[in-house]
């Protein structure tokens, strides 16, 4: 997508400090950091939210997942972390290129829903 944030990162058209990078996504800081450690996970394909993946997509994200999950500790959120996917407007996703937040570095509050 020739407009989108994420795409012109991962194409390196708009620098960014990439701490992860596989085939399929890339990791860099958030910019309006909520936590200790806040990071993005980043689908290296665009998916304008979650309820828009392909059956492509399952794989995928499953490999997205674990790619996180091994480098909690070098990337500071092993102790213990959140990983939010925002949906939509309501939702409270902003950039419409699926992405997800990675909490960490702090003990985390508990808010009751």
């Known amino acids: 997508m ?3 944030i994420f795409c012109k ?3 390196n058209e708009i620098p960014s400090e990439k701490l992860y990078e596989d085939k399929r996504m890339i990791i860099i800081r958030d910019i309006s950091p909520k936590a200790a ?3 993005l996970a980043i689908p290296k ?3 304008a939210d979650f309820s828009l993946l392909d059956a492509e997509a399952k794989a995928e994200l499953g490999e997205i997942f674990f790619a996180i999950a091994q480098n909690a500790q070098r990337l500071g959120y092993g102790d ?3 990983l939010i996917i925002n ?3 309501n939702g ?3 950039v419409f290129h699926l992405h997800i937040h990675i909490l960490g570095g702090q ?3 508990f808010e009751k829903l």
């Open 2 to 4: 020739k407009d989108c």
């Open 9 to 11: 990162i991962i194409a």
């Open 37 to 39: 450690v806040h990071l």
């Open 45 to 47: 394909k665009h998916y």
């Open 80 to 82: 213990g972390y959140r």
């Open 87 to 89: 949906k939509g407007l």
């Open 92 to 94: 409270g996703q902003t």
């Open 107 to 109: 003990v985390l509050p």
